[in-house]
């Protein structure tokens, strides 16, 4: 292993998520999945609808609770904090991009990536230049006074990017980044967050079920009935 990937930004161990249906029906939505990203990587988790891989990040960046198992993040155990320990985590050190792109429909691409910082009380100069820094990264600077509804779904999800980065987030999680987008499109977000874990020195775990994602990530778990196939 590089020296590069010396330290582990994330780790799970035994994970088990089960959600019970209608108080009588258990889904095993993760079966001991074991995972291990380390820092500066680009990891690709790859799998069929259903598989684990949404859960697992949502695991991962805090979202939900794991049934069983242990989840170290940043080299901080999640697995038992409180809902409040998670979102002080989530809007400081963790990032996420989703498909949907989740953006105020309301606000300019400007107002939409500053928003993360609004909320942690950063200050206005600050949060303008680090909003520009952001938006001249995923290349949307002349683009910043624009409403989504005025953008492609490219230019949507490169907003969404940006707003991830914009707490100088650590870790990246990203699900189905390109589930929305042609193909075009979603090789060029692909490349992007290639260049951002190479230039930005974050880490990125990326669930996908396109293959092209493979083409770029540094390397590859498959997911298939709440399991991790091929730990490492």
């Known amino acids: ?46 799998g069929r609808s259903g598989s684990g891989k949404t859960t697992l990040l949502n695991i991962i960046g805090g979202l939900d609770h794991p049934t069983e198992g242990h989840v170290m993040v940043l080299g901080e155990d999640i697995s038992d904090l409180s809902d409040r320990e998670l979102t002080k985590i989530r809007r400081h050190n963790i990032g996420f991009v989703f498909q949907s792109f989740a953006l105020m429909p309301t606000m300019s691409a400007f107002e939409n990536v500053e928003l993360p910082l609004r909320m942690i009380g950063v200050g206005r100069r ?67 967050f290639q260049n951002i874990v190479e230039y930005e020195g974050v880490t990125m775990v990326m669930a996908s079920h396109d ?18 196939m091929n730990e490492r």
């Open 1 to 46: 292993m590089t020296e590069k990937y010396s330290d582990l930004v994330v780790k799970s161990e035994g994970v088990t998520r089960v959600y019970n249906v209608d108080h009588s029906v258990e889904v095993h939505a993760l079966r001991g999945a074991n995972f291990k990203v380390f820092k500066g990587e680009f990891i690709g988790l790859m």
């Open 126 to 192: 600050e949060r303008r230049q680090r909003a520009m820094e952001c938006l001249e990264l995923v290349g949307l600077t002349r683009w910043a006074k624009h409403r989504p509804q005025e953008m492609s779904g490219g230019q949507q999800q490169r907003v969404a990017i940006a707003r991830a980065l914009v707490n100088r987030a650590e870790l990246i999680l990203a699900d189905e980044p390109t589930g929305e987008l042609d193909s075009v499109t979603g090789r060029s977000i692909i490349e992007l």
């Open 211 to 228: 293959p092209t994602v493979q083409e770029y990530v540094d390397y590859t778990y498959h997911m298939s009935d709440g399991q991790i």
